[in-house]
Antibody, heavy 121, light 106 residues
Framework: EVQLLESGGGLVQPGGSLRLSCAASGFTFSSYAMTWVRQAPGKGLEWVSGITGSGGSTYYADSVKGRFIISRDNSKNTLYLQMDYLRAEDTAVYYC??????????????WGQGTMVTVSS | SYELTQPPSVSVSPGQTASITCSGDKLGDKYASWYQQKPGQSPVLVIYQDTKRPSGIPERFSGSNSGNTAALTISGTQAMDEADYYCQAWDSSTVVFGGGTKLTVL
């Protein structure tokens, strides 16, 4: 069964850091681009960042550029999101999602259950 | 930056056809995807590459995309289809989501 399992969320103070992980199983992880999408409480979906299957190319929303870093370890079938200089507006459920190919441009056909990040003093 | 615009809400009676639109500049030149999200659940892909249904998605879900507008159509809408729906497209290596449409079946 294809599955994505996020972890690492929690409560952090403004200006703090968190690292999210997304453990993948049931498919050849290195063959697919991956992405992070977030959803603030009661709001819509917001794309955060994406990475190609090889990890050679990364992409960021303007709202997180320079603060977040996406990476992957294909030997561990795991996707990461390092989040620094967190702000209150980063509070959201963070989902990882699987792309439909190794490069960008496709739809996201598998989503994890999400992990909650709360930025508050 | 590129924007996708959806109506905030759409209502439909059970058994009728629901249509949810998604507007963006020259959207027809891009591929549109649609996601369904029920309360407390993760999004689920229901349409990709404008018109294709992933396995397991009922045939009553269909999509179109031309000009500046993509549309998700649900024929014979059922109570279980009540959910938020989001359109999505790529623009210059970034992902754009529409604001979402709450579909009410009443």
């Amino acid at each position: 069964e294809v599955q994505l399992l996020e972890s690492g969320g929690g409560l952090v103070q403004p200006g703090g850091s968190l690292r999210l992980s997304c453990a993948a199983s049931g498919f050849t992880f290195s063959s697919y681009a991956m992405t992070w999408v977030r959803q603030a409480p009661g709001k819509g979906l917001e794309w955060v960042s994406g990475i190609t299957g090889s990890g050679g190319s990364t992409y960021y929303a303007d709202s997180v550029k320079g603060r977040f870093i996406i990476s992957r370890d294909n030997s561990k079938n795991t996707l990461y999101l390092q989040m620094d200089y967190l702000r209150a507006e980063d509070t959201a459920v963070y989902y990882c999602a699987k792309g439909s190919g190794s490069s960008t441009g496709g739809a996201f056909n598998i989503w994890g259950q999400g992990t909650m990040v709360t930025v508050s003093s | 930056s590129y924007e996708l615009t959806q109506p905030p809400s759409v209502s439909v009676s059970p058994g009728q056809t629901a249509s949810i639109t998604c507007s963006g500049d020259k959207l027809g030149d891009k591929y549109a995807s649609w996601y369904q999200q029920k309360p407390g659940q993760s999004p689920v892909l229901v349409i990709y590459q404008d018109t294709k249904r992933p396995s397991g998605i009922p045939e009553r879900f269909s999509g179109s995309n031309s000009g500046n507008t993509a549309a998700l159509t649900i024929s014979g809408t059922q109570a279980m289809d009540e959910a938020d729906y989001y359109c999505q497209a790529w623009d210059s290596s970034t992902v754009v989501f529409g604001g979402g449409t709450k579909l009410t079946v009443l």
